[in-house]
T-cell receptor
Framework: GEDVEQSLFLSVREGDSSVINCTYT??????LYWYKQEPGAGLQLLTY?????DMKQDQRLTVLLNKKDKHLSLRIADTQTGDSAIYFC???????????FGGGTRLMVKP | DSGVTQTPKHLITATGQRVTLRCSPR?????VYWYQQSLDQGLQFLIQ???????AKGNILERFSAQQFPDLHSELNLSSLELGDSALYFC?????????????FGPGTRLTVL
């Protein structure tokens, strides 16, 4: 079955860039997504990338996709304390329907 | 605010009991999804409904069932509850559940089974 893997934890200093990595196994993934979950809250869709793209930039967020290696990354420029949260990558296949999520990466931003 | 509402916010019940979680999708969204988030299993897809019909099923236990009503709100029924069912249950909605599946999540219902 599909599998999505992420590292558990990342700590950065305020103002630095953060890079959160994700690998997936489903080669039929059509779209890949990044969600943010703050404590006690639901998941907020941050951005997504179509599988035939290499890169997508959205303000401070840059998504890189290496389809050959099935590797996805989310770069947050000028990381702020408000970016502290759990970040989930997710993929959906051709059928659309369900999202398969990674285990989440907890980002801690130190002042 | 995603526009997806879930009630109740918290639910505490005992083993063997039955509970119903409710979700109202964003205005205009036809698809509703249910997910379970627990410490050991992470975020897992349970089931999807599209315009009242079941469309996809994930790791949903037989003790669990769901439905989507004509007004598009959805309910997730959990019965014969066990301690391991304690988790956050999220509902999400999307316009049509098609290829670009932008799902918008509700704030979740935290279920505690004692």
């Amino acid at each position: 079955g599909e599998d999505v893997e992420q590292s558990l934890f990342l700590s950065v200093r305020e103002g630095d860039s953060s890079v959160i990595n994700c690998t997936y196994t489903d080669s039929s993934s059509t779209y890949l997504y990044w969600y943010k979950q703050e404590p006690g809250a639901g998941l907020q869709l941050l951005t997504y990338i179509f599988s035939n793209m290499d890169m997508k930039q959205d303000q401070r967020l840059t998504v890189l996709l290496n389809k050959k290696d099935k590797h996805l990354s989310l770069r947050i420029a000028d990381t702020q304390t408000g970016d502290s949260a759990i970040y989930f990558c997710a993929e959906s296949g051709n059928a659309g329907n369900m999202l398969t999520f990674g285990g989440g990466t907890r980002l801690m931003v130190k002042p | 605010d995603s526009g997806v509402t879930q009630t109740p916010k918290h639910l505490i019940t005992a083993t063997g009991q039955r509970v119903t979680l409710r979700c109202s999708p964003r205005s205009g969204d036809l698809s509703v999804y249910w997910y379970q988030q627990s410490l050991d299993q992470g975020l897992q897809f349970l089931i999807q409904y599209y315009n009242g019909e079941e469309r996809a099923k994930g790791n949903i236990l037989e003790r669990f069932s769901a439905q989507q009503f004509p007004d598009l709100h959805s309910e997730l029924n959990l019965s014969s509850l066990e301690l391991g069912d304690s988790a956050l249950y999220f509902c999400a909605s999307s316009v049509d559940g098609g290829s670009l599946n932008e799902q918008f999540f509700g704030p979740g219902t935290r279920l505690t089974v004692l």
